[in-house]
């Protein structure tokens, strides 16, 4: 980890309103600089709206703090100039080079010394022997890096990655994640939203949120032992009699086929190891704890959640 206890984000209860939807609702959270803080959540969780007030792009209806050491309600426009933005959906000229694109992304955003920073930002991403290739031949995974290199162009301390990966095949989304993380080493913090598990595992920290409501934040190790969340693993034959019979059992929150195999999730135990124990008997099936996923959680709190939009 590489926080060195500095706070880049330190805010307290954030609301934020659309008409009568609250879409945030009284939002805290510290990152400490050089984190890569992940924000997980369902769809329309408020995971956008949440990074854009954190860096002071959309003004909160309640609540203050700083990012920076600037603060978001007062200095906005000194905090953006600070931030690098990747959104879900960016766009380039299709039919110029990757350095060309570059060069005109410094020249719009009128930055000084354009011909070093261009060179930089491709010698950082691993773009610079790729520099005369059109942008509209790219890969996925190629695309998203000249996306993340347009962002640090000005050479921001803040990065937001707005689901940065979708639609990025693993191998690319991981070596993205690398340069991610090369970032984060020289000191850049990050904050990024995703829906990928494996995605929150590479965070320093996550924070989930579900219907505007902060659920729950920290490691991922310290979310999922906070959540309380218990797990079981049942395999052998005919697992789909023995879901169809779990299903809706008291005590049992989830059931949930990976192949062969079923976990059985919840947090009562007493009641979930009543569930299971006429299946442990039988003879060929195997029932056994095991670790719950970060996946088996955040459904746990996603369930848990109520949706207030309805
Ligand atoms: N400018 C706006 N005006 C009105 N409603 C908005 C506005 N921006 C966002 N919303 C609403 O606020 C809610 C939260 O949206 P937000 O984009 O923050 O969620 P999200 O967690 O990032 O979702 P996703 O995972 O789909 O990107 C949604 O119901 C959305 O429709």
Not at 22 to 35: K, L
Request: proline share 4%; glycine share 10%.
């Amino acid at each position: 980890m590489t926080g060195n206890g500095e706070a880049a984000i330190d805010v307290h209860g954030l609301v934020k309103r659309f008409g009568a939807k609250t879409v945030v609702d009284g939002f805290s959270i510290r990152v400490a600089a050089g984190q890569i803080y992940g924000f997980l959540g369902p769809n329309g969780s408020g995971k956008t709206t949440t990074i854009r007030m954190l860096c002071g792009l959309l003004t909160p209806d309640a609540g203050e703090g700083t990012c920076l050491g600037l603060d978001i309600r007062t200095q906005s426009a000194a905090i953006k100039r600070q931030v690098g933005y990747m959104t879900q959906k960016f766009s380039f000229w299709e039919d110029l080079s990757i350095a060309e694109n570059l060069d005109f992304v410094a020249r719009m955003y009128g930055l000084p010394d354009r011909k070093r920073r261009v060179a930089g930002a491709l010698e950082r991403l691993g773009l610079a022997n790729r520099r005369t290739q059109l942008a509209g031949e790219l890969s996925g995974g190629w695309k998203q890096r000249l996306a993340l290199a347009a962002c640090i162009l000005h050479e921001p301390k803040l990065l937001l990655l707005d689901e940065p990966t979708a639609g990025v095949d693993p191998k690319a989304r991981r070596e993205f994640w690398d340069e991610i993380h090369r970032l984060a080493q020289d000191g850049l913090t990050v904050l990024v939203s995703t829906h990928f598990m494996d995605e929150a595992e590479r965070c320093h920290a996550i924070a989930y949120l579900a219907y505007g409501k902060l659920m729950a934040q920290g490691t991922v190790d310290e979310v999922v032992a906070r959540s309380g969340v218990l797990t079981y693993e049942v395999s052998g034959p005919d697992p789909g009699r023995v879901a169809a019979d779990l299903t809706g059992k008291p005590g049992v929150e989830m059931v949930a086929a990976f192949g062969a195999r079923l976990h059985v999730t919840g947090i009562d135990a007493a009641a979930l190891e009543a569930a299971l124990r006429p299946w442990a008997d039988q003879p060929g099936l195997r029932v056994a704890r095991a670790e719950p996923t970060l996946e088996d959680v955040f459904i746990h709190l996603m369930n848990r959640s109520t949706d207030n939009f309805s």
